[in-house]
């Protein structure tokens, strides 16, 4: 029999809702869930999933390592004797160490809550999740201005007059419900500029492309004040009521004239001013888009703040066509949201301190709740501020997400315990001790997820078809470790029944409401709170801090003055990005998106390549003081002479996944371990790099 | 294309290729075979902006097929009723003639199975009411399915009210 089932995806983080066409176990198509207007299709990440069903290279069953780390020598085992396997090493190795010997990441997902509750259970401070190396310093920044994370916040694309993209690459990162949304505002006359040093899919589209020096946003958006203030562009009324600090910024911009600024970021004065107009013009309709995943620098914080703050300039925070603040339950009326497994009460724990310092003197104003991930290495290597022992990489794989391979790959080898729970054999996963292989998102249920934002929802992920392999989901696999660690009573569920009636506990909602749709609204119209006197920022002073108490208060200038960003006459900034092809590192190995990105390249400037004798899809090296690697030369007039650049997540060196084993060159083997000591990230984009003929 | 069009709207299309994975995803098509392609210029440079542009390839249907005219052992045939040109598998001998008959060598070999196969426009789910994969997987609407006289009707309804709305009657 055909059935149609209302899903969530997980081929990236977006978890798009999908429809999934399903007959006899088998997958028929995946489509967009046609309930949510937006989501007339999905990208292909999601068209390849079925890709990984059947797949032989996939993890198939729990997996013991029986060579040395790294050697692709296993044993299949069952789940009983990996699990026991697992808690038993545990178990011998906090009893010497400690419990804070644990270090879990993740990738954010559905299962979060319930990992949480997992180290709070074992006893362990130690968390980081994927966010703090995608977008760690955003999140500090918007904390700094208005007191929400970035993920507490979203842009009205599908009403925006004009949007103004910094390497914001949004039709390749492509969530399906944005994309459209901007293709839809386009057609309806948005205008969209984008501001890169290389010319992405989004920037071809976009209706002015900025080519700016690699590095130098922070002076673009310094300059785009200068002439906001210095021609009263802004929204004053806005600006009056809701700005803390105005007249410092405004004196602070006045010497960074757009005659400055087109010195340092080569684009000319005349098309700042312009730019300037032009988005004060369409305010409050104007996003200043605060993006990831691109100009990752040391001060990478600055340059996010400013980006709010021009945000603010424009009145366009919690204005249609802006930016706005993500509802929840409570907004909407209810008197509760979803009851989290991480809420009950735990026994304390007998240290507290972090390894990575978020939340104290290394880190003091980083999001604990993601960590600063960026840290682990140096943290194992140097045991400072005690050794760690165990890593639970769950579905995600720091080795190829951090900067400076070797480092990270010296510090997964001096761990005592490698606990992997993946799809597939990653980087981390192809040097752990014991495998927990997860089932497919297809072939799993979930937790509920609270969707925040303007028309607040909740969301459910259902299991597709049985899994294909002996695979797991992780709440279950989670709570069966913590049974065997003598502490299951914090796992208050045998099925996922149960979990999503725990959850739904104080909502009042019944589940068989998901049946029809795959989510359930809990308002059916958009909430907006009032831009004159109902803004609920979230700040000490309740208003939008340009001088910002969080920094100050913890011993940082609200306005450090720029530095020049120099770069040697023969080297290149080496920028790092992504295609719709690919999720981070998990992908490359897929069936189909193999096929369709099997390795990266280096984008190399067409001038610059000619003086080296570099042509087109020849093989270049490319080094960095951290690392080298040969890779093929794309060689175009389509990136700026200073920077080169080159797709994320490809290098692969697990055999195991033959498809992208040493297809390309990791950026991790490249980038050098700087980052923003602020606000958290690492500096991916901030590299010098050499590029010459490979012999 | 028999009786249908398949019509590449460029503005919309991001080349983000969904339209080629499900294609592969939904008809088994083994690895470098590709029955719809989407084929994409640039970006390059047009007055100083980068610019792209993309078109979706499926196989036409032609009316007088040259692949089905070639192929030897009358393994290839058109519906009567719209005009669809596929390829019957088990009657398919593998000697490729279809893919060098066609002007733009359309039907793709299946090294898996010795034989040819060709986009059919999922002439299934066409019969179940539905559009190809390729176009209901397109996350942007980028790629249309219809009759030409329906595509030819909206297109025109389209730029014809856009026209109004601009000069409304006084
Ligand atoms: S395969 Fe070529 S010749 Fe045959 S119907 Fe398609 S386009 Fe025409
Ligand atoms: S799926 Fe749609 S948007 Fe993507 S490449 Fe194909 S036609 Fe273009």
Redesign the pocket.
């Known amino acids: 029999m055909r059935k149609k089932i209302y899903t969530l995806c997980f081929m990236c983080s977006v978890r798009c809702p999908i429809a999934v066409v399903v007959e006899d176990d088998k997958i028929v198509s995946i489509e967009g869930n046609p309930h949510v207007p937006a989501m007339k299709g999905v990208c292909p990440k999601g068209a390849a999933a079925v890709g990984w069903l059947n797949d032989p290279q996939r993890v198939r069953s729990p997996m013991i390592r029986t060579g040395p780390r790294g050697s692709g020598q296993w044993k299949k085992v069952s789940w009983d004797e990996a699990l026991d396997y697992t808690a038993d090493r545990c178990k011998e190795i906090f009893a010497k160490y400690g419990s804070k010997s644990a270090v879990y990441c993740e990738r954010v997902n559905l299962v979060t809550d319930i990992s949480k509750t997992f180290l709070k259970a074992i006893g362990s401070p130690n968390y980081f999740s994927h966010d703090t190396i995608c977008k760690g310093s955003v999140n500090t920044a918007c904390r700094t201005v208005i007191g929400y994370t970035d993920g507490q916040i979203s842009a009205d694309w599908s009403n925006a007059r004009h949007v103004i993209l910094y390497g914001r690459n949004v039709f390749e990162s492509m969530e399906v419900k944005a994309t459209n949304a901007l293709l839809d505002a386009m057609a309806k006359g948005a205008k969209v500029t984008s501001v890169d040093p290389r010319v992405s899919i989004t920037a071809a589209k976009s209706d002015q492309y900025m080519m700016i020096r690699p590095g130098t946003d922070l002076a673009l958006n310094y300059a785009l004040m200068h002439v906001i203030i210095k021609e009263h562009l802004y929204d004053v009324k806005y600006v009056n009521r809701w700005v803390e600090g105005f007249d410092k910024l405004s004196a602070f911009v006045d010497p960074y004239t757009p005659e400055w600024a087109e010195t340092e970021t080569g684009i000319p004065a005349k098309d700042i001013i312009r730019l300037a107009r032009e988005a004060s013009q369409a305010k409050p309709a104007v996003i200043f888009h605060y993006g990831y995943r691109a100009s990752h620098h040391p001060t990478e914080i600055y340059f996010r703040r400013s980006l709010i703050m021009l945000n603010a300039l424009m009145g366009s925070i919690e204005s249609p066509g802006g930016i706005f603040i993500k509802k929840g339950p409570k907004d909407a009326g209810l008197k509760a949201g979803i009851r989290k497994f991480s809420e009950q009460q735990f026994p304390a724990m007998e240290e507290t301190r972090r390894f990575d310092g978020c939340g104290e003197e290394k880190f003091p104003i980083a999001d604990t709740a993601h960590g600063v991930g960026a840290m682990f290495p140096s943290a194992v290597l140097n045991e400072d501020p005690y050794p760690i022992k165990v890593l639970f990489a769950f579905r995600f794989d720091p080795l190829y997400s951090n900067f400076d391979f070797q480092q990270s790959l010296r510090a997964l080898k001096k761990l005592d315990l490698i606990v992997s729970c993946d799809i597939n054999f990653g980087g981390t996963t192809s040097l752990a001790d014991v495998i927990l292989p997860e089932s497919l998102f297809l072939e799993r249920s979930d937790p509920l997820q609270m969707g925040a934002g303007l028309k607040p929802a909740v969301n459910r992920r259902i299991a597709c078809v049985r899994p294909g392999f002996d695979t797991k989901p992780m709440w279950w696999i989670l709570k069966q470790l913590a049974q065997r660690m003598g502490v299951g009573e914090y796992f208050p569920y045998e099925t996922i029944e149960d979990i999503w009636n725990y959850q739904l506990a104080d909502m009042g909602i019944p589940i068989a409401d998901f049946e029809q749709k795959g989510f359930v609204s809990l308002s059916d119209k958009a909430i907006w709170w009032d831009r004159e006197d109902g803004i609920k920022f979230k700040t000490p002073s309740g208003k939008i801090e340009f001088v910002s108490s969080l920094l100050e208060d913890n011993g940082f200038p609200s306005f450090p003055p720029y530095e020049a960003l120099e770069t040697p006459e023969d080297r290149f900034r080496l920028i790092v990005g992504r295609c719709v092809a690919h999720t981070n590192v998990m992908t490359q190995n897929n069936l189909y998106l193999n096929e369709l990105v099997p390795e990266n390249t280096l984008w190399i400037n067409e001038k610059r390549a000619e003086a080296l004798g570099i042509k087109d899809g020849e093989r270049v090296e490319i080094e960095s003081d951290t690392g080298k690697g040969q890779i093929r030369a794309f060689v175009t007039d389509m990136i700026h002479p200073e920077a080169v650049f080159m797709l994320h997540g490809f290098g692969h060196q697990e055999p195991e996944s033959r498809r992208s084993y040493q297809r390309g060159v990791a950026d991790a083997m490249i980038q050098d371990p700087i980052m923003d000591k602020v606000g958290g990230s690492p500096a991916l984009d901030h590299t010098l790099v050499r590029v010459k003929k490979a012999v | 294309m028999g009786d249908y069009l398949i019509y590449t709207d460029a503005a919309k299309c991001i080349a983000c290729h969904s339209c080629e994975v499900a294609c592969k995803a939904k008809n088994n098509v083994p690895e470098g075979a590709t029955l719809g392609k989407i084929v994409v210029l640039g970006p390059r440079l047009i007055n100083g902006q980068p610019r792209m542009s993309s078109l979706f390839v499926p ?4 009316e007088d ?4 005219n070639a192929c030897p052992v009358d393994a ?1 045939r058109k519906r009567n009723e719209d005009g669809l ?1 596929y390829i019957l598998q088990e009657l398919c001998v593998g000697c490729k003639a ?1 893919i060098l ?4 060598h ?2 793709q070999w299946d090294a898996d199975a010795g034989k040819a196969m ?2 059919d426009l999922c002439m299934d789910r066409i019969d179940e009411g539905q559009e190809p994969a390729c176009v209901a997987a397109c996350p942007t609407n980028a790629l249309q399915f219809g009759e030409p006289a329906q595509l030819s009707h909206k297109a025109r309804e389209e730029y014809g009210l856009s026209l109004l709305k601009r000069n409304p009657a006084k």
């Open positions: 196989c036409f249907h032609c097929a040259w692949c089905m290839i040109v279809c008959a066609c002007p733009w359309i039907p060709k986009c």
